[in-house]
């Protein structure tokens, strides 16, 4: 995703589906990027996501139901998160501000 900043609240997904009835494993959760364009400015600091208030999900998706004799199918793996660069008092893939301490 880029993106200027980022304001609002919701859910950004990069779930992985879940396995199906016949025994299949469940998907991988995808790659999740933020981009920010101009993140290098201090001017785009607190705005880029300071009013932010959403989540992201990037969990694998569950197994299938049915068991097999020697092994059932598996989960899938959780995904990955990237992000620009932060400044400093900022963290995480939205840039939001870190806690005190």
Not at 80 to 95: A, L, Q, R
Request: proline share 4%; aromatic share 10%; glycine share 22%.
């Amino acid at each position: 995703m880029t993106t200027k900043n980022l304001k609002g609240d919701g859910t950004i997904s990069t779930r992985g589906g879940a396995g199906s009835s016949n025994g299949g494993g469940g998907g991988a959760g995808g790659r999740l990027v933020m981009n920010y364009l101009k993140s290098y400015l201090s001017s785009s600091q607190p705005e880029q996501s300071y009013f932010w208030l959403g989540t992201s999900d990037i969990a694998g998706g569950t197994a299938g139901d049915m068991a097999f004799k020697f092994q059932g199918p598996g989960a899938g793996q959780n995904g990955t998160m990237h992000h620009s660069k932060c400044f400093p008092g900022y963290s995480g893939v939205f840039c939001s501000p870190c806690d005190v301490g």
